[in-house]
């Protein structure tokens, strides 16, 4: 049964940094795109980052270029983001995901929520100001 499960999430002032990560189990995702997703109180899900199967491509939503990275360990079956300068607004929880669809393009991101089948149930991190 695959499962993603995050950690690394929790309280940090205003322009610190925390570093997420999400393993996977149950199979191997090395040939899979891989996404984080947040959700604020109150607010819709939405898309934060997301990589190819191959480590070559990525992509960010316009909020949080610049600040935060995501990259992938293939062999530990993991995904991770590095989240720096953070805001008060970065509060939220985030999602690791996983794309079921194997050995797409190395350039193919999938940024839709619609595009991921596997979630994980989320680590929270909250920003004070």
């Not at 604020?40 to 990525?58: L, N």
């Not at 619609?114 to 100001?129: L, R």
């Amino acid at each position: 049964q695959v499962q993603l499960v995050e950690s690394g999430g929790g309280l940090v002032q205003a322009g610190g940094s925390l570093r997420l990560s999400c393993a996977a189990s149950g199979r191997t995702f090395s040939g899979n795109a891989m996404g984080w997703f947040r959700q604020a109180p109150g607010k819709e899900r939405e898309f934060v980052a997301a990589i190819s199967w191959t480590g070559s491509s990525t992509y960010y939503a316009d909020s949080v270029k610049g600040r935060f990275t995501i990259s992938r360990n293939n062999a530990k079956n993991m995904v991770h983001l590095q989240m720096n300068s953070l805001k008060s607004e970065d509060t939220a929880v985030y999602y690791c995901a996983v794309d079921a669809r194997a050995y797409l393009s190395g350039y193919d991101v999938p940024v839709g929520q619609g595009d991921y089948d596997f979630w994980g149930q989320g680590t929270q991190v909250t920003v004070s100001s």
